[in-house]
Every structure is written in C-alpha cells, then in structure tokens.
C-alpha cells in the first residue's frame, strides 16, 4: 500500500498567488482530513470529509481557503489569495475506522 | 474546550533507559485518546488508541494508560532505542465531538543517544 500520497512535497509562492494542494487517500478508506501544523498553533484540523461529503469545516479560517473532494481518490485544498501567515505544513490523513494515516505533507511557504 | 498538555517538551535519554511520557486533558469526556509518533519532515505515524472503556493498550515495546477521572495518559516505551528518537504527540477525541475532530498536544521530543 503506498499510504497516503501528498503533492507537492514543497510550494513557494508570493502573497497573492493561488495554491492548490493536492491528496490522494488510501484505498478503501471513506474518511479525509486536511490538517495544518505550525509551531505557533499545533496541529489543526481544517475539514474533514466522510463518503466524499464535507462533515466538519468549522476549522478553516477563512473563506480564502476551499477544498474539494470529487471522488473517493482524491482531494484538494486550495488557498486563493496566499498570505504569508498561511506558510505551514498542511498533512491529508485518511482513516477508515478511528485510526489515521496521514500523508508526509506540504510545506508551504507563501513570501 | 479541551486543552490537551504534554510536559515534557523535550526529553533525552540514554539508549536502553524506559521512557515515560505524559499527556493531560482538562475534560474527561473523551471518546478516545491517540498517541502518535512524528518524525522530521514526515506526517503523523499512530502508535495506540485507547477507547474511553479501556484502562490500557499494548503493541510491542509500547504501553499506553489511560486514566480518564484524572485527565491523563501516558505512553511508556521499553528499553529504548536510538530508532525511537522523534516527536510523540497525543490527541484526544471528545464525547461531543465530530468524528475526527481531534484535539492535539504539542507534543515531546525525545532524543535517545547511543
């Protein structure tokens, strides 16, 4: 299984560029998750998406920030327009019981 | 809301020394608690999950207890090993909320030196 599969790895963009992040979760799991670390804030859950619907969004910031999830293979999370306080490394986890999987991640630094 | 600590931040140990690290939760109302190991420039491995009904939860080296009255767990790990140096994060999912909604630490990093 090669787990959850996370582009780009990295994302350098300047203030005011779109961004689209891209996952591709494990087969056969129905549960998507968008998270972004920081040091400042931790870990925090973005969206959450079950059977391709979105459950829970309450944790994305602003309405600067979208995420789609068209099929159950694969989802987006795009940032339009970028702001320095968006650089973070934001992780897709997949799960299909309580136990998660997550991506390795994408850096993303917004100048 | 729920406020999830882990004290230490940091920790170093010497290789084969048993590691105890600590989590604590302000709301005992939790469905479940997660401990997780990160490693640099990687995502979120999950070690154990706890439910609310169990007391404790074993995979290998790894022990994790669960004491829900007093808002605590801790995640032992056996004759440690340099291969066990990381980040350890522990989360905590609450009775009220959605599923996956999970409430992180900051989490400890360990350090064991050969």
């Known amino acids: 299984d090669a787990g959850v599969i996370q582009s780009p790895r990295h994302e350098v963009t300047e203030m005011g560029q779109e961004v689209t992040l891209r996952c591709k979760p494990i087969s056969g799991h129905n549960s998507l998750f968008w998270y972004r670390q920081t040091m400042m804030r931790g870990l925090e859950l973005l969206i959450y998406f079950n059977n391709n619907v979105p459950i829970d969004d309450s944790g994305m910031p602003e309405d600067r920030f979208s995420a789609k999830m068209p099929n159950a293979s694969f989802s987006t999370l795009k940032i339009q327009p970028s702001e320095p306080r968006d650089s973070a490394v934001y992780f897709c986890a997949s799960s299909r019981n309580e136990k998660l999987f997550f991506g390795s991640g994408t850096q993303l630094s917004v100048l | 809301k729920q406020e999830v600590t882990q004290i230490p931040a940091a920790l170093s140990v010497p290789e084969g020394e048993n590691l105890v690290l600590n989590c604590s939760f302000t709301?005992?109302?939790?469905?479940?608690l997660q401990w997780f190991r990160q490693d640099p420039g990687k995502g979120l491995t999950s070690l154990l999950l706890?439910?609310?009904?169990?007391r404790e939860q074993t995979s290998g080296r790894l022990n994790a207890s669960l004491d829900k009255s007093s808002g605590r767990s801790t995640l032992y790990i056996a004759a440690s090993q340099p291969g066990d140096s990381a980040t350890y994060l522990c989360?905590?999912?609450?009775?009220?909320?959605?599923?996956?909604?999970?409430?992180f630490g900051a989490g400890t990093q360990v350090v064991v030196t050969p």
């Open positions: 709301d005992s109302a939790i469905y479940n």
């Open positions: 989360a905590v999912r609450g009775t009220t909320d959605s599923w996956g909604k999970l409430q």
């Open positions: 706890i439910q609310s009904s169990q």
